[in-house]
């Protein structure tokens, strides 16, 4: 993930929010949004997820609370640094992930994000995907079933790493290839092959 987005001081701002979600599955949510709904805006955005979890929260931003408007301002930045990195051609968008802990901790945090990300497509009004390529659809599939990932028994070996690797790229690559279909901004980017039969095979770590 971009040094621009520190995991720990969004876990920080969550944690004084009192949300229950995860950094990285708050992060997937965004680019959810994003990639469904390009035009949408930070309060926008906060509404749809984190400050609906609260009636109270909701009317403390409308009030211009000091706390919430101290969130919002946190998250302007997290919303502008994912937005930029999916709207960039340099390939440089990466998910908010936990980096030094341990294989099954991330293989969560990958499964977290990956049901933010799928609940961000359907918070930004997108129902179906008959209007896109199958390719999409076959993501979007591949998403759901990675989204169980934490429920996967690890070999305890490099092959965990190995796998962990994979999930990330395919992810990563996949988000930046819908990104093009629903707001086409720039060359296309294909998933590589050899992750995409990965993931339509068995689940290997399962």
């Given at each position: 993930m971009?040094?621009?987005i520190n995991i720990?001081?969004?876990k920080?701002?969550?944690?004084?929010?009192?949300?229950e979600?995860s950094?990285s599955?708050?992060?997937g949510?965004?680019?959810?949004?994003l990639?469904?709904?390009s035009?949408?805006t930070?309060h926008e955005?906060?509404?749809?997820?984190?400050?609906?979890?609260?009636?109270?929260?909701?009317?403390?931003?409308?009030?211009r609370?000091?706390?919430l408007?101290a969130i919002t301002?946190?998250?302007k930045?997290?919303?502008a640094?994912?937005?930029r990195?999916?709207?960039?051609?340099?390939?440089?968008?990466?998910?908010l992930?936990?980096e030094d802990?341990?294989?099954?901790?991330?293989?969560?945090a990958i499964?977290?994000?990956?049901?933010?990300?799928?609940?961000g497509?359907?918070?930004?009004?997108?129902?179906s995907?008959?209007?896109?390529?199958?390719?999409?659809?076959?993501?979007v599939?591949a998403?759901a079933s990675?989204?169980?990932?934490?429920?996967?028994?690890?070999?305890?070996?490099d092959?965990?790493e190995?796998?962990?690797?994979?999930?990330?790229e395919f992810?990563?690559?996949g988000?930046?290839?819908i990104n093009?279909?629903?707001?086409?901004?720039?060359?296309?980017?294909d998933?590589p092959a050899s992750?995409?039969d990965?993931?339509?095979s068995?689940?290997s770590?399962?």
């Amino acid at each position: 993930m971009s040094s621009e987005i520190n995991i720990e001081q969004i876990k920080a701002v969550l944690i004084k929010l009192g949300s229950e979600l995860s950094p990285s599955e708050v992060h997937g949510t965004l680019c959810g949004v994003l990639c469904g709904k390009s035009d949408i805006t930070v309060h926008e955005w906060l509404s749809l997820t984190l400050l609906r979890e609260s009636e109270d929260a909701s009317q403390a931003i409308m009030a211009r609370d000091l706390l919430l408007e101290a969130i919002t301002e946190s998250f302007k930045n997290f919303f502008a640094a994912a937005l930029r990195s999916l709207s960039a051609n340099d390939l440089g968008f990466y998910l908010l992930l936990p980096e030094d802990d341990s294989a099954a901790v991330r293989l969560k945090a990958i499964a977290e994000w990956a049901q933010g990300f799928l609940m961000g497509l359907s918070l930004a009004g997108i129902k179906s995907f008959s209007e896109y390529s199958e390719e999409v659809s076959e993501f979007v599939e591949a998403m759901a079933s990675i989204s169980t990932a934490g429920d996967y028994d690890l070999a305890g070996d490099d092959s965990d790493e190995e796998a962990i690797i994979e999930f990330i790229e395919f992810i990563r690559m996949g988000v930046l290839f819908i990104n093009e279909e629903m707001n086409p901004i720039r060359v296309p980017v294909d998933i590589p092959a050899s992750i995409a039969d990965s993931l339509k095979s068995d689940k290997s770590m399962h």
